[in-house]
């Protein structure tokens, strides 16, 4: 069955950093759109970044919330696509998620354009 699984997440401390990681079976990243997304409790789920299919442009966007301390990427060997969040802050603060756009080699940041999602890994910045 096909499935995507998060991990990464965890306590850090302000200023720190954490590396997320997005990975599948049953999919092939590469080929897919992928969305990094955030849900901070009691608020609405928000896109973060994504990146494109690698037979589209393979772009990246970032939203406001990461521009500047977030990097994502992705390794096709392993299958996985990262967040690399630097700088955190604790309004980063959320469960964190990765989703597969089924229909679009584009990436948007819109979670209604995606179609498969794992399951959450959570990140609390927190001293």
């Known amino acids: 069955q096909a499935q995507l699984v998060e991990s990464g997440g965890g306590l850090v401390q302000p200023g720190g950093s954490l590396r997320l990681s997005c990975g599948a079976s049953?999919?092939?990243?590469?080929?897919?759109?992928i969305g990094w997304f955030r849900q901070a409790p009691g608020k609405e789920r928000v896109g973060v970044s994504c990146i494109s299919a690698s037979n589209s442009d393979g772009r990246t966007y970032y939203t406001d919330s990461g521009k500047g301390r977030f990097t994502i990427s992705r390794d096709s060997a392993k299958n996985t696509v990262y967040l690399q969040m630097n700088s955190l802050k604790p309004e980063d603060t959320a469960v964190y998620y990765c989703a597969i756009r089924n229909w679009g080699w584009d990436c948007t940041t819109e979670d209604s354009d995606y179609d498969y999602w794992g399951q959450g890994t959570p990140v609390t910045v927190s001293s």
């Open positions: 049953g999919f092939t990243l590469e080929y897919y759109a």
